[in-house]
């Protein structure tokens, strides 16, 4: 529900501590609206409750606070009609507040550094992190999309739901690699900037547009297990990942069952017998301690590509082709479809 719009029915009073968003009050502007709380670190949430000069900002102080922001109606209003609404009635009748000669309106349900955020998107197109890579998108999106929710900016919505499906593939485990890939290697991301993103989803309220990448992001999350103790997770993020986790791995040893055959054949060096029927055994307990089964498998297709051993056991060349055939299509594919089905967010 957007905050009512009748501007007299909340006041600011001597109680209140008032500061100006450093960016966001333009002296042209032709409206006033004032969100609860400070804006910490222009653009950026920080968790030091450092204030834009420095100094820090203590809860108490912090509850006290509203930041105004003086911005362009047309502008707001081109992007949403809830704020065309708002602006109407509050220009219509006479004895509204104003501030600094312009209408003034509260919207103390809002936090003023989701409104902050939500204005940047709408005032500065290079706010956004340009990267497609870049998980400080998400922490920066969180606040603006809980506002294009309430003030229904569909336009915004959508721009962040079309992000994130690129951000996180989902139709293929091809394009999941390259991208595994691209992100390990460049951006290495924390714990927390995983659950960064979860959080732009289930918080967002995007969950139902974007389920594959959701459940990839738990999937993702899930690969830190054996580095970190988890401890920022809540216990449903934790159920989760832990029940994914156990049913992957179910489906992926019944799968691995299918046995493989004896060779007769030599390696490729001719220096040893192919140890293809011993593969089975060592496919399981890779597969098992694997922080990242699906990166696993893609690293033994790789190998496999190579002519390399694969989990250990020395092949035939035509041992080799079929068994990157099996991981191509049968291991990989399969895992892949499972992770989306096993991490769905319940
Ligand atoms: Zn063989």
Not at 71 to 77: A, F, K, M, Q
Not at 108 to 115: E, I, M, T, V, Y
Not at 193 to 205: H, M, Q, R, T, Y
Request: glycine fraction near 4%; hydrophobic fraction near 35%.
């Amino acid at each position: 529900m957007p905050p009512s719009p009748e501007p007299s029915n909340v006041a600011l009073d001597i109680t209140h501590i008032i500061k100006y968003d450093p960016f966001l009050y333009f002296p042209d502007g032709n409206i006033v609206l004032a969100a609860a709380g400070p804006v910490q670190n222009p653009g950026r949430y920080d968790s030091d409750s450092e204030s834009e000069d420095g100094s820090s900002i203590d809860s108490e102080e912090a509850r006290k606070t509203v930041t105004l922001f003086r911005i362009h109606r047309s502008l707001l209003s081109m992007h949403s009609r809830v704020f065309r609404d708002m602006f109407a009635l509050c220009s219509e009748g006479s004895g509204g507040q104003t501030w600094d000669g312009v209408p003034f309106i509260p919207m103390f349900d809002d936090d003023a550094q989701d409104a902050s955020n939500f204005l940047r998107v709408i005032y500065d197109p290079h706010f956004v992190p340009a990267d497609l890579y870049d998980f400080e998108y998400h922490r920066i999106m969180l606040g603006p999309l809980k506002l294009a929710d309430e003030y229904e900016v569909e336009g915004m919505k959508n721009q962040v739901i079309s992000r994130v499906k690129s951000a996180w593939p989902s139709r293929s485990h091809r394009e999941w690699d390259d991208r595994d890939y691209m992100v390990a290697e460049h951006y290495n991301p924390s714990v927390a900037d995983i659950e960064d993103a979860i959080s732009l989803v289930v918080e967002g309220g995007i969950q139902d547009d974007v389920p594959e990448q959701l459940a990839l992001m738990y999937y993702h999350l899930s690969t830190y297990s054996e580095r970190n103790d988890f401890e920022n997770i809540n216990s449903e993020h934790f159920r989760v990942l832990f029940r994914g986790r156990q049913n992957l791995n179910r489906d992926m040893l019944e799968w691995t069952k299918v046995r493989f055959s004896d060779c007769l054949g030599f390696t490729s060096d001719g220096s040893e017998k192919c140890a293809r029927a011993s593969l089975h055994m060592k496919f399981v307990a890779a597969f098992v301690s694997a922080d990242d089964p699906l990166a696993c498998l893609c690293e033994a297709a790789w190998r496999c590509e190579d002519g390399d051993e694969v989990f250990g056991a020395k092949l035939c060349l035509d041992c080799l082709a079929s068994v990157l055939w099996h991981l191509n299509h049968t291991y990989r594919y399969s895992c892949f479809k499972a992770i989306k089905k096993h991490f769905a967010h319940p």
